[in-house]
């Protein structure tokens, strides 16, 4: 879990550093501010709450929902889970930087690699989808 929060904790700690040695100028603080900004898109703050994976997939075929795999840091899960909007929490989301077996799901969809987000619907599997695909496929 802590490797979830290095990139937005260093995005906080570079604001901090930026408002310390630029003072209180415009250009210091619209900086921090794109700084915080982007360390919490890219937080796990963003995502629904995690559910691992042997959960999610029981969950998902009782309630025939998609399970979302993602990671912290990936802008493309950032842009899928916008792209969502309050609708993304009726998906089941999985981090496989906490999920070991998530991760290894992943890398057997995806020739080897961990790509996410990577999206498991009922029979079908997408890497990156498109956000209508998925919406199309919530309850």
Request: glycine letters at 8%; aromatic letters at 8%; hydrophobic letters at 50%.
């Amino acid at each position: 879990m802590a490797r979830a929060w290095v990139l937005p904790a260093t995005m906080a700690a570079l604001a901090v550093f930026v408002l310390v040695t630029g003072g209180a100028d415009t250009v210091s603080i619209v900086t921090a501010l794109v700084l915080l900004m982007v360390g919490w898109l890219i937080s796990p703050l963003l995502f629904p709450r995690h559910v691992d994976d042997a959960r999610a997939r029981h969950e998902a075929a009782a309630r025939g929902v998609p399970i979302v795999y993602w990671r912290p840091g990936c802008m493309f899960c950032v842009r899928l889970r916008l792209a969502l909007g309050r609708r993304a929490g009726r998906a089941l989301w999985v981090d496989i930087h906490r999920d070991r077996a998530a991760a290894v799901r992943v890398r057997g969809f995806n020739g080897g690699n961990e790509t996410v987000p990577t999206v498991v619907a009922g029979d079908e599997v997408r890497t990156n989808p498109d956000p209508g695909w998925l919406r199309a496929r919530l309850p």
